[in-house]
């Protein structure tokens, strides 16, 4: 899988009920943005989503 190989980064706005990411490709194009809830089962959610784009 390429996107797996691909390197991006998180970056991530953390609020008090919802945490909202956002994961960029090494030219800085937007591959994602998502809100997820600031809780234990959210922080898995937004992990594994991040995971998806690439390393």
Same mark, same amino acid.
């Given at each position: 899988?390429? $996107?797996?190989? *691909?390197?991006?980064? &998180? &970056?991530?706005?953390?609020? &008090? ?9 090494? $030219?800085? *194009?937007?591959?994602?943005? =998502? ?6 089962? &959210?922080? *898995? ?9 690439? =390393?």
């Amino acid at each position: 899988m390429a $996107a797996k190989k *691909r390197q991006v980064t &998180g &970056g991530v706005d953390t609020h &008090g009920k919802t945490h909202h990411a956002a994961v960029i490709d090494g $030219a800085g *194009r937007v591959l994602g943005d =998502q809100e997820f809830p600031a809780s234990a089962a &959210g922080y *898995r959610q937004l992990l594994a989503w991040l995971r998806r784009f690439g =390393q």
